[in-house]
């Protein structure tokens, strides 16, 4: 996630946050998490609104 975050590939980032979070999802780790809810923020803080 971190390249499609410097890239401001907002697509990239939201499709493996996407899958790791879809990965995790029978057994969660903390770590995990934190980098998935990050993707996230920094997606939709840098996502121009409508």
Known sequence: ME??????????V???ASALA???????V???NFYIERARYCRRRAKPRR
């Open 3 to 12: 390249c499609y975050l410097e890239r401001r590939d907002w697509a990239g």
């Open 14 to 16: 939201e499709r493996h």
């Open 22 to 28: 879809e990965f995790m999802a029978e057994d969660p």
């Open 30 to 32: 903390p770590c995990a």
